[in-house]
């Protein structure tokens, strides 16, 4: 698993404990009332999708205010113990509103919940409900499990895509880009990730409901579509083909579903997180290449530019290997950007493998990264096998240096882009001013540009030259709007 909630990063695309609630709230009376926070990965923003859809069913409507809900959901991660700090600190937050309200009831969701279970009952006596990432469907009977005064969990993992068949509530929406998940669970069995025991084992979902839910998608006036999955690049589906002889079987590899989804429509961007490198192949770089909406930027983790320290996180790859992948990478797809996950001060990392991932950041010139201090996680194989042994500080240090070289690499490859025309998706306002437009370009970079009067709206696609840049955002004009857009 690599996408997370991260402690120290350059960019930052999913924003920790967001209370999420439908955009545009239909004019209908609820019974009752839920309010969902959503903590760490895309996958737990869009698995909160998945219960809002759920619980609409059942009659509850969505709120973000706090003393209005019925029932309060924490989506949770896992990945770090900073993270379940996190969520322990926001329960005891709770405690005021349910004593002025004895009937709310209180649930924990996700990776927590399931790492836990039961004993999150123990622990937080405020909480009523522990439901782990495959149980969702169930909520309903346990919520009413719970208003008899009984605590309620369910934390059983499925060997089947379990949502499959259910349409996302869009949270919180622009109207314009949206998470679509296309697999669960992982099966590489990183020595520090606690995902294959939160989320079980890879399973793919049917690639048709896949291209169905794009397609409703575009049709309701979305422009990009972010494909997720714990490991993307290992999706693979087979079902019976279409063909006269029933007994051949159709196959439908990560490749062969970007490629699905991009031809739903070129006014339709296409995404995908997260990869594993061991699994982005020559298949999906071409596929990449060949499609100009298909977006031309890779999540890359590295974790650890140190060969013996990638051995000891079961990463599969040498510190060679990864460099070959990025050169390839760079040679299918020159204006590709790349970003990473980094850990620093992993179990017996010494300077010199610090050293090495230092120089494997500047070597691959990722455009930004997730980066963070090691944090051993219960239950975890580097948790049974190795001794959590370098020390805080010196972990805190070598983040540092890793942070500070980010930031200049990010710096440096925006100054790059001073003066280059790019394809933005128009995705709202500026978060600074309501005169200027926010989107991004193919590269995931975030570009800002003044409105000036002209007739565009969320959803249009221009073209915008680069006048000026800081770490984060690139700064420019409109240079002509894409005609077929409006």
Known sequence: MEIAEISSKVHN??????????????????????????????????????????????????????????????????????????????????????????????????????????????????????IGPDAYRTLPLLIEEAETGQKAVNVLLS????????????????????????????????????????????????????????????????????????????????????????????EVTFAGLLEKVALISPLLRVRFSTSHPKDITDEVLFTMARYENICKYIHLPVQSGSTRVLQLMNRTYTREWYMAKVNRIREILPDCSISSDVIAGFCTETEEDHQDTLSILQFSGYDMSYMFFYSERPGTLAARRYLDDVPLDVKKRRLDEIVK??????????????????????????????????????????????????????????????KKVTGATLIGEITSVVEESI
């Open 13 to 130: 695309e999913a924003r920790q404990g967001e209370v999420l609630a439908p955009a545009i709230q239909e004019e209908k009376l609820y019974r009752k009332k839920f309010m969902i926070e959503s903590y760490g990965c895309a996958m737990n923003f869009a698995d909160s999708e998945i219960v809002a859809s759920i619980l609409n069913k059942e009659g509850y409507g969505a709120t973000k205010i706090l003393e209005e809900a019925d029932i309060v959901l924490l989506n949770t991660c896992s990945i770090r113990e900073k993270a379940e700090q996190t969520i322990r600190k926001r329960l005891t937050e709770f405690k005021k509103a349910k004593l002025a309200k004895r009937s709310m009831l209180v649930g924990v969701l996700g990776c927590m919940a399931e790492r836990l279970k039961g004993k999150l009952l123990e622990e937080e006596k405020l909480v009523d409900l522990v």
């Open 159 to 250: 060997r089947d895509e379990t949502y499959a068949d259910i349409a996302p509530v869009r949270l919180d929406s622009n109207g314009i880009t949206a998470f679509v998940s296309i697999m669960r669970g992982c099966n590489n069995m990183c020595s520090f990730c606690v995902v294959p025991f939160t989320r079980g084992r890879e399973r793919s979902r049917d690639a048709a409901s896949i291209v169905h839910e794009c397609t409703e998608l575009f049709n309701q006036g979305y422009r990009e579509v972010t494909l997720l999955g714990q490991n993307v690049d290992s999706y693979f589906w087979t079902a019976l083909s279409n063909e006269p002889a029933a007994d051949k079987l159709s």
């Open 405 to 466: 070289l980010q930031n200049r690499l990010s710096m440096e490859s925006n100054i790059r882009d001073i003066g280059r025309t790019f394809k933005v998706l128009i995705e709202g306002n500026s978060r600074k001013s309501e005169s200027d437009w926010s989107g991004r370009s193919s590269q995931n970079k975030v570009v800002v540009f003044p409105k000036n009067d002209r007739p565009l709206t969320k959803g249009n696609y221009v073209t915008v030259k680069v």
